[in-house]
T-cell receptor, first 110, second 117 residues
Framework: GQNIDQPTEMTATEGAIVQINCTYQTSGFNGLFWYQQHAGEAPTFLSYNVLDGLEEKGRFSSFLSRSKGYSYLLLKELQMKDSASYLCAGPLGDTDKLIFGTGTRLQVFP | GAVVSQHPSRVICKSGTSVKIECRSLDFQATTMFWYRQFPKQSLMLMATSNEGSKATYEQGVEKDKFLINHASLTLSTLTVTSAHPEDSSFYIC?????????????FGPGTRLTVT
């Protein structure tokens, strides 16, 4: 089976750094996605990790450890517009399906 | 590139009626499209996988006779909610996987907000 867990909610201050964790248990693994979703909108792609390590893209970075079944999304220099839900998702085995975690609602305060 | 559109963006219908939602890949071909449902403050739940030229495969607990999916071409999939009930009110999102590019990456449509009165 497949199970993906994330914290439900997080808060942070503008300009700060926040780390959103994701743990997964899966019978197969082909990488991990992070998506950002603002309320009432569709998810937008942030990152895709298939190998262990940290991948950096501007203010956002994503880390993966396959042996630990663990990933995190790191957001630096937080801005108010970063207030959104962040979804961790993994492919289900060798299928094309994506299984989404519960999502983490991040609120950034001034 | 990799733009997916959905139509309509919002729809209100009466209980017992049917509603069709279209999902189109605008600048790429998609042999596979996916339909998700999202309730408020919850994550995306996969409803079904739509394959061009063949029958859709539904996730456990999703009624295939209620949620009719047709994937008639490489750029269009439709979801028809039949005999809609208030509990079907939700945010429906489609995604498409390109026939090229990163495996498993899906491009999401903007979503359709369905309200059944």
């Amino acid at each position: 089976g497949q199970n993906i867990d994330q914290p439900t909610e997080m808060t942070a201050t503008e300009g700060a750094i926040v780390q959103i964790n994701c743990t997964y248990q899966t019978s197969g693994f082909n990488g991990l996605f992070w998506y950002q979703q603002h309320a009432g909108e569709a998810p937008t792609f942030l990152s895709y990790n298939v190998l262990d390590g940290l991948e950096e893209k501007g203010r956002f970075s994503s880390f993966l450890s396959r042996s630990k079944g663990y990933s995190y999304l790191l957001l630096k220099e937080l801005q108010m517009k970063d207030s959104a839900s962040y979804l961790c998702a993994g492919p289900l085995g060798d299928t094309d399906k994506l299984i989404f975690g519960t999502g983490t609602r991040l609120q950034v305060f001034p | 590139g990799a733009v997916v559109s959905q139509h309509p963006s919002r729809v209100i219908c009466k209980s017992g009626t049917s509603v069709k939602i279209e999902c189109r890949s605008l600048d790429f071909q998609a042999t596979t499209m996916f339909w998700y449902r999202q309730f408020p403050k919850q994550s995306l739940m996969l409803m079904a996988t739509s394959n061009e030229g063949s029958k859709a495969t539904y996730e456990q607990g999703v009624e295939k006779d209620k949620f009719l999916i047709n994937h008639a071409s490489l750029t269009l999939s439709t979801l028809t909610v039949t005999s809609a009930h208030p509990e079907d009110s939700s945010f429906y999102i489609c995604s498409a996987r390109s026939t090229s590019g990163v495996s498993y990456e899906q491009y999401f449509g903007p979503g359709t907000r369905l309200t059944v009165t």
